[in-house]
C-alpha cells in the first residue's frame, strides 16, 4: 500500500488551514482564554507578559494561514514520499 503523495498533501494542509481558521476565530471571540490556554501550553506563569495585548488582524491571519498550508503541505508530501519508500 503506497499513499498518493499529492492528495495525501492537499488534504493534510486543507486540514491544517481549517483548524488555523478555526482556533483564529476563537482568538478573536476570546482572547483572554486564549492567552490563558496557550501559557497553560508553554507552561508560562505569566501568559499576558509573553503574549501581551496581541490582536488576530487580516493580515496576520492570511500571512499565518498561508504558512500553516504551506508548511505542511511540504511536510505530509516529505511524510508520504518517506512512507511510500519505507513500504517498496
Excluded at 22 to 38: D, G, N, T
Excluded at 62 to 87: D, T
Aim: hydrophobic share 60%; with cysteine.
Amino acid at each position: 500500500m503506497s499513499l498518493d503523495s499529492q492528495k495525501f498533501s492537499l488534504l493534510a494542509a486543507g486540514a491544517s488551514g481549517a483548524l488555523y481558521a478555526v482556533c483564529s476565530f476563537f482568538v478573536v471571540l476570546f482572547p483572554e482564554l486564549s492567552a490563558k490556554l496557550m501559557g497553560w501550553l508553554f507552561h508560562l506563569t505569566n501568559a499576558a507578559a509573553v503574549f501581551g495585548d496581541q490582536r488576530v488582524t487580516l493580515t496576520g491571519f492570511i500571512g499565518g494561514l498561508a504558512e500553516v498550508v504551506i508548511y505542511m503541505f511540504v511536510a505530509s508530501w516529505l511524510f508520504a514520499w518517506v512512507f511510500n519508500k519505507s513500504v517498496k
